[in-house]
């Protein structure tokens, strides 16, 4: 039986090819999700609001499925644009890695979220804060389970980025901002990098 194992520089040349791809993937899946949520809120602005009973109204089981649609609709376009940069950076660090992986993460982070809301939050919540902090959470906890020196970086940059601005944003200062969306959207980020760790051989 003959055997030619493939030489060092092509196994590392496909490797690159494969991380690349994976990225752009990412990316453009990101954008996308982005494009659509300004395409909801135009279309909010247009019919005077009428998506916002879409959101999360606590305590109410007939809302329960609003869960999956609340983090993509906002309170205006300031909501909106507030929520836009951080969610196509932090969502573009954790999809790059690979998609399947980045939308079982996001599930995780809208249902736990949107749970959390449910049960303890006092008034109709919607917007992309929820996936925002649940991304945060997902990149610290994948640099903290992971052990992957990439992953590491990444945790380390997102902290230095975004940490202070997190830290406010779980105090309930201000009660027109859900800390109740922020904190649970973070608590499923982290679950969804635990669950989602790669296990050692």
């Known amino acids: 039986m003959s055997y030619s194992p493939v030489p060092e520089r092509q196994r590392h040349s ?5 991380h690349g791809a994976r990225a752009l993937t990412g990316a453009l899946l990101v954008t996308a999700v982005t494009a659509v949520m300004w395409v909801l809120e135009f279309v909010d602005a247009a019919t005077g609001g009428s998506l916002d009973r ?10 329960l499925p609003d869960i999956l649609t ?4 906002h309170v205006g376009f300031g909501h909106l644009m507030s929520n836009t ?3 196509l950076i932090l969502g573009f660090l954790a999809a790059a890695r690979g998609v399947g992986k980045f939308l079982a993460a996001s599930l995780f982070v809208i249902v736990v979220g949107g749970l ?9 919540t919607l917007g992309a804060s929820i996936l925002v902090f649940g991304f945060f959470g997902y990149l610290v906890g994948r640099g903290v389970f992971e052990r992957h020196l990439l992953d590491i970086l990444i ?7 975004y940490g202070t601005t997190m830290l406010f944003g779980l105090l309930p ?9 922020h904190l649970f959207g973070l608590l499923g980020g982290l679950l969804a990098s635990w669950v989602l760790r790669r296990r050692a051989r």
Do not use: M, R
């Not at 496909?14 to 494969?18: M, N």
């Not at 200062?173 to 969306?181: C, L, R, T």
């Open 85 to 87: 940069v951080p969610f």
């Open 173 to 181: 200062s201000d009660p027109s901002i859900s800390w109740q969306g």
């Open 14 to 18: 496909d490797g690159l090819l494969t």
């Open 116 to 124: 959390g809301v449910w049960f303890t939050g006092p008034v109709n």
């Open 70 to 73: 609340a983090p993509f609709l």
């Open 54 to 63: 879409f959101g999360i109204q606590p305590h109410d089981v007939d809302d």
């Open 155 to 161: 945790a380390v940059a997102v902290v230095v980025l």
